[in-house]
């Protein structure tokens, strides 16, 4: 069982910047690769951002790719969500996920293909 808990949201106004952190339980946090969704209300969760379990590997959804940065402190167990120029349409509850190696490879990120999620933590971002 891996718990994840994040941390790091808050108001913004737009233009501005904010690193979300997620720290994870897991004694074997390095087995897993660790990824960022987010969700705002009737809508589903979408995948921002996904590190592989070296750090190695780094995916970005196209609405944040170039904004966002994704990194990993495998000593620590944490995984950080470093957001630039932020948009209202950020605007959500972000949630830090996990995955581990029994997801079959070429899994897509989508939030059926991670095994552990944190409670979120909340973004807002004001024009």
């Known amino acids: 069982q891996v718990q994840l808990v994040e941390s790091g949201g808050g108001l913004v106004q737009a233009g501005g910047s904010l690193r979300l952190s997620c720290a994870a339980s897991?004694?074997?946090?390095?087995?897993?690769?660790m990824a960022w969704f987010r969700q705002v209300p009737g809508k589903e969760r979408e995948f921002v951002a996904a590190?592989?379990?070296?750090?190695?590997?780094?995916y970005y959804a196209d609405s944040v790719k170039g904004r966002s940065t994704i990194s990993r402190d495998n000593a620590k167990n944490t995984v950080n969500l470093q957001m630039d120029g932020l948009k209202p349409e950020d605007t959500a509850v972000y949630y830090c996920?996990?995955?581990?190696?029994?997801?079959?490879?070429?899994?897509?990120?989508?939030?059926?293909?991670?095994?552990?999620w944190g409670k979120g933590t909340m973004v807002t971002v004001s024009s």
């Open positions: 897991a004694r074997t946090f390095r087995a897993y690769a």
């Open positions: 996920a996990a995955r581990t190696f029994t997801v079959p490879p070429g899994t897509g990120w989508v939030p059926s293909g991670m095994n552990y």
């Open positions: 590190i592989s379990w070296s750090g190695s590997n780094t």
